[in-house]
């Protein structure tokens, strides 16, 4: 199959703005890393290409299917820093390299699998804001009697919980990520397991679960939310919220920035002050570290 995409990649290769082309072959029937084509060429070329991201799919001689993602070097560590298309992080790591202009991919290979304390800590504090915002909506689900979405949103919340475990350990969560965190951490798989075998009717496996949840989130809740309680503390006065919306390193998160710092001060992470307004007994809420 190589044979016959040869001639593709070799024309990118001679352009002088491609980093490095990495091929990653289908290996099952179903295969969800590569969108079940039977081949993926990702080409990574430097930020002065027109598109941020470009695909075109082929049908090969062998009735043979397969996808070429052209992507920019910035686009590609959005990708890897933000979480935002997963596969890419596997497709870098697990791909075969048939073209690298010095070193590039093997140094990004190498910083992948290092996976950066700055880095990691803000990947826990994205994965953190969504777990909160999941878990708060189960127990609002559930003391509304909606017991079936609350399954749904728990199961949701687990997910999160998984993916947080497994950037803990320094590892980039990949898309078969329960496979993963059973080797990982064993503990939170069991939480899964609990939840989706055991033999309790719904409503008293969510109560259970509600229970084991609050305690795994509070325990991770200082560590998780290093990255935002870092920037909190860049400064003795406390913070609005808008102003905390406002900085740039807390974007991509910052749809789960509310239901954070409401944890955050509910934990006594956090200790809030009241600002006057303009309006008599009103006060503004104010955050800052304790």
């Not at 329960?178 to 080797?183: A, M, P, R, T």
């Amino acid at each position: 199959m190589e044979d016959l995409l040869r001639p593709i990649y070799q024309e990118r290769a001679s352009d002088c703005g491609t980093l490095g082309i990495v091929i990653i072959e289908k290996m099952k029937p179903n295969s969800p890393i590569t969108d079940n084509f039977d081949v993926i060429l990702l080409i990574i070329v430097n930020d002065d290409a027109k598109q941020d991201w470009f695909v075109k799919h082929y049908e090969l001689e062998d009735e043979k299917t397969a996808a070429m993602h052209i992507v920019t070097e910035k686009q590609l560590m959005e990708w890897i820093d933000t979480s935002g298309y997963r596969k890419a992080v596997e497709w870098v790591i697990n791909g075969k390299v048939v073209f690298d202009r010095n070193g590039y991919i093997a140094d990004l290979k190498n910083q992948l699998r290092k996976f950066p304390l700055e880095k990691r800590n803000l990947r826990k504090a994205m994965e953190f804001g969504k777990l909160v915002k999941s878990y708060n909506e189960v127990k609002e689900l559930h003391e509304s009697n909606q017991l079936k979405d609350a399954y749904s949103r728990m199961v949701h919340s687990l997910h999160y919980l998984a993916r947080l475990a497994v950037i803990e350990k320094g590892y980039h969560p990949e898309v078969t990520l329960w496979n993963q965190v059973k080797q990982i951490d064993p503990e939170v798989y069991k939480l899964y397991e609990e939840l989706v075998e055991s033999e309790e009717d719904i409503e008293q496996r969510i109560k259970l679960m509600i229970l084991a949840a609050d305690f795994a989130i509070s325990t991770r809740a200082e560590v998780s939310a290093k990255h935002l309680l870092d920037i909190i503390r860049t400064k003795d006065a406390a913070w609005s919220y808008e102003e905390l919306k406002q900085q740039p390193a807390v974007s991509p998160y910052v749809l789960d920035l509310a239901a954070m710092l409401m944890y955050l001060h509910e934990k006594g992470l956090l200790e809030t002050e009241l600002a006057l307004t303009k309006g008599a007994g009103v006060y503004q809420l104010k955050y800052k570290s304790i």
